[in-house]
Structure formats: structure tokens, C-alpha cells
DNA sequence: TATGAATGAGCATTCATTCAT
DNA sequence: AATGAATGAATGCTCATTCAT
């Protein structure tokens, strides 16, 4: 299904759709790999208006891992796993089913890196306060989703990346 | 303490100048953020001396990701932990002790892209075979190393990154 | 007379700069020796720019060679030459006129190696047929043409070569 | 037939090689994509060693260019044709029988560079008095003997390179 | 809102050449 | 006589970003 090439979209439906394809992109090829280019061609715009919309392309990417983060915790609190083979469950639906997790490992990897560095350390604790539900075990629960995340954008639970088409 | 700029090193120990601190750069910032001007500084030669050795920054890449993946192999054989949580402290003490982790971290990071995804599957097996003595629970184990690398590629065990001058 | 510096030229536009100005130097100093750097210089623009008309400097200089070629063979099939003599007094003005006949010499030079084999295969087919009103003495009338080219592209024939300023 | 790997040659032998061998080289590639390293690994010797016999690329393929454009003088004058038709199948022999010819083109070629401006008109003149003996036609004579290097240069009488293996 | 045209800075890589041995 | 080790200078090319429209 390609991106259909319509023109001179409302300014947040173009940052909407940015972000979502943008997303699957990035979390696909990790930050370097990722062209401007390419995503602009797979949104059908010209690239510079990619920066009517963001102010580089790593604000872009800290845009979109943001976002993720926030689904994901939100999709982690909402579950309330009971326990650790549970949370295990989700996350490799979470992997399966939309790129978050994998754009969330694409951003640690980046995360020695100072524009990265902050918004990395936000990441891993919102993922702490989401599975704080997990109390007794919290830095284990903390340490499977973030490891998930790591795998999934390593590919490593890509036999099952719907998302990924 | 800085590589010495001693000139005129015998092939063989210059390659292996070249693996060991190429490693520890490629380590800290990923294949994509190094660069072969940045090695060749910390090395103390000229750049074009780095294809002396290797055909490609590519290849370089790969030589030094396998030799840790061998060297990493090779210490968990030999600890042979005998439960998850044993191998957990085992995987803490390689985070701080050597770069090898954090390589193995980044070559799966790569590990979507063509000249990568081999030495990525390769990788993985390995460490499937180096883990199998923790029979009964053998993918756990291996999940675990691999996420360990994948942290540490990240820096998230980085706390006592003593290899990281 | 010095290229303007005029920026901001519509594609189509800079494209016919890049083959005209291309082809003279091209023609001049042979592809080797021609840098995309001294082309850049000579339309005034950056060297990128050349690279958003062709995909590479081998590309850029075939396309030049086949239109350099394709003029040519339009001349001397309007010219129809009658004999020998007359061909080569043709061939003459066209050293002095244009580049082109250096610019097919120099596409010659390097037609052993692959990515020029074919169009120097097919420039000397299209030569052939153009010379075919020499029926009788075709196979001569075509090397005349090809000899002139190269000693043109050697700079043989340069005494009059008005477009070379 | 790979030339042999012996080492130690007096000085004399050792040149004789290099213009042997770098001439054929030479001649198939043209100087610019002629490297020392092919040429050097063609010898079976070190690239440094050719700098023990010749002081740059430039002397060394003068070198190479004016013993072959000597060597050809002299069987054109030993052979003294005595018509344009002679001649011309002399050249077919002369192209297919060694690179003399081809490595004349390669010179005339690269005629209009400074360093080889004066040894190509040297060629062209002393060409010029080995024809001589075709006096009523000699501009033909000549112009036919420069095209014919051009064209063995460029490969087009390569049907029957004997010596290009 | 959007883009066509353009580029500065940087990249991996090549190559003729040097020098100590 | 020969070479192993090394490099300065360039080369073709990429990419995030800007600007005029």
C-alpha cells in the first residue's frame, strides 16, 4: 500500500503522518541508516518540508521515539501484567503488532549520544513507572521490556513483524 | 593513556592494535557514528594505514565483532554459570571488564542490513552454543546474553565501564 | 569568455550546462584526468550538484559522449561527403567547430573497460551508418572518421581548435 | 605464463623487465588506470622497487613510450613500404604482433599534458621520418600511422592481439 | 503549505610516493 | 637490490539542511 501522493495537508495531519511513517522507517534502519530521503519519498513530499514540521532530523527522531515511548507505557499500564511470563506474552504481541517497541531500541542505541542521552534516560523511566504495577520485581520487569525493546530493534522477533511490511 | 604514536609496528601487531581499539570506539558509538578518521587518530597512524588491513570499514567492522564474539564465547564456556541468575552476575562483570558485550550489541544493531545480518546469525548462534550448558532453561540463557549485549551496547551497564577510557 | 555564475537554473537547464561545459573539458583532458571538482568549478556550481543530474561521474560522461556522438553523425549524414577528400576536409572543420570529435575520441580511449565498452561499441556502429553514403569504401570512410576522432581527442588536429578556449 | 617470482635481478634486467611487462600494461589500460601496484604485482616485486629504476610514473611510462615508439621506427623503416596499401597491412601485423602501437596511442593520448606534450611530438616527428621513405604521400603515411596507433590503443584492431594475453 | 535547486561539510577509499631497514 | 610500513593529497560521492519562490 503506497502512501498516497495528495498535496498541501493540514500541518498537524502531515506531522501525523510524518511521525507514523517516519516511525516504521526509522524503526526499521535505526537513526544513521535513515535518510531524509527516504522519508520523504515514502511520505511522497519533498524533503524539505519534512523540516517545516521539524527543526532537524533528530528532533524528528526524538519526535517520534517519544511518541512510541508513550503508547508503549500506556499499552503497559493498561495490560497490568501480573507477573513476569505475562509481561513476556505482551511484549512479544507488542512486537508483532506496531514498531514502538523497535523504535524504542533504536533510540537506546543512540542513547550514549548528548542529544539522545535525555530523552533515552525519560524512556527507561517511564518504563519503570509502567511496570511499577510489577512492584516486587519492578527492575526485573523493567529490564525484560527494555531488553524486548533491544531485541526488537535488533530484528531479532522480526519472524513475526506484522508491522513491518 | 593514550595509544603511543610509535610508528613502523609489524603488520600483525598494528592488526591487532587496530582490532582492539577500533573495537573499543566501535563499542561506544555503533558502527555508523564511528568513523574511520576517528580510529585512526586514536591509533596514531594515517588513515588509508587502516586499509592496509582491512579491505573496507565494513570488513573491519566484522573482524572486530567476531573476534569478541569468539572471546566472549570462549569466557562463558569457560564460567559455565550454572542458573540464570549466575550468568546475570557473570554478564555484569563482562559489561565493566571489556568491550565484547557492547560489540556484539552493536553488530546486532546491524544486524537488518546485508553485510551484517551473517555475522549477526552467526553471533547468535554462538552464543546459543556457549550457553548450552545451561540446558534445561537454554534459550532463557541465551535471551539473556543477548540482551545484556544489547544493554550494554546501549550503555545501560555502563555504571562500571571500566574499558571505556 | 567565463561561464556566468548565475545560480538557480531550471533543471533541464543546468543539465544542458553540465553536458555542454562538461564535454568541452571532457573532450580536452580525457575522463581520468577530468575531476568532478574542475567540471564544478567551470559551471560555477558546487560539486553535489552535479550528482542531481547524474547518478555518477561514468554516467555523466557516457551521456555526454552519446550525444557529443549523436551530433556528430547527424553532421556527417547532412554533409554526406562524396569521396574520401571531402570526408576528410569535413573532419577537419569539425576538430576546429566542436568538441565532438575529441569527445568521441576520448569515449574510444576508454572503450576497453566495461562501463564504456558498449557505448564505444555502439558509437562505432552509429559512425558506420553514417558514413554509409560512401558505400563503396564504407569500411574506409568509417576509419577515417574514428582515426580523425582520436587524433582529435590527442589534440592532433588542436591548431585551429576554436571551441578548446 | 605468470612471471616469475625471482628476486634479486641486476639493475639492467630488472628496467628490461619493467618496460616489458609495464608496457604491455600500459598499453591495455592506458597510463591513468594503469596503477604501480598492478604493475609491481605483474613483476612480482615490490611497488618501491619501481622507484629504484624509474624517479615517478611519468619517466617510467616516458621510458616505456620512447623505447616503443623507437623499437616501431625502426621495423617501419625496415620494412619501407612502398604504398599506403603496404603500409596499412604492416600496422594490422604491427598491432597484433606487440603493444608498440598501442602503447604509441596511449602516449598520443595523454599528448596534451604537459609532461607528455614533448614526448608525443617527438613520436609524431620521429614517425614522420620513418614513412619519409613514402615520400609523395607522406602526410598520408604519417596521419595513417597515428591513427593506427590510436585505434590499437582504443582495442578496435584487438580482433588478433596476439601479444595482450 | 510546499518544493525545486543548491550546497558545506564530511565520508570512505585510492594512489603515487617515501623512508628505514 | 629490495621491501614492509606508512602516508599526504586527492577523489568521487552522500547527506542534512537552506533559501527563494
Known amino acids: 500500500m503506497v502512501t498516497q501522493r495528495r498535496r498541501r495537508l493540514p500541518a498537524e495531519e502531515r506531522r501525523r503522518q510524518l511521525v507514523e511513517v517516519g516511525g516504521r522507517i526509522f524503526a526499521i534502519h535505526g537513526f544513521s541508516r535513515t535518510g531524509t530521503a527516504d522519508i520523504a519519498r515514502a511520505?511522497?513530499?519533498a524533503e524539505p518540508t519534512i523540516y517545516r514540521?521539524?527543526?532537524s532530523k533528530e528532533e524528528y527522531f526524538l519526535a517520534v521515539a517519544r511518541e512510541a515511548v508513550g503508547r508503549l507505557c500506556e499499552r503497559l499500564k493498561a495490560a497490568a501484567p501480573r507477573d513476569i511470563e505475562a509481561l513476556q506474552a505482551l511484549l512479544g504481541e507488542?512486537?508483532?503488532q506496531g514498531p514502538e517497541l523497535a523504535i524504542l531500541g533504536r533510540l537506546l542505541h543512540e542513547g550514549r549520544e548528548p542529544p539522545f542521552r535525555e530523552a533515552a534516560e525519560?524512556?527507561?523511566k517511564a518504563i519503570?513507572?509502567?511496570?511499577a504495577s510489577l512492584r516486587k520485581m519492578a527492575p526485573l520487569g523493567e529490564a525484560t521490556v527494555l531488553a524486548a525493546a533491544l531485541r526488537a530493534a535488533a530484528g531479532m522477533l522480526a519472524g513475526e513483524e506484522k508491522w513491518a511490511a
Open 43 to 45: 511520505c511522497g513530499i
Open 53 to 55: 514540521h521539524f527543526t
Open 94 to 96: 507488542e512486537a508483532a
Open 122 to 124: 525519560d524512556a527507561v
Open 128 to 131: 519503570g513507572d509502567a511496570v
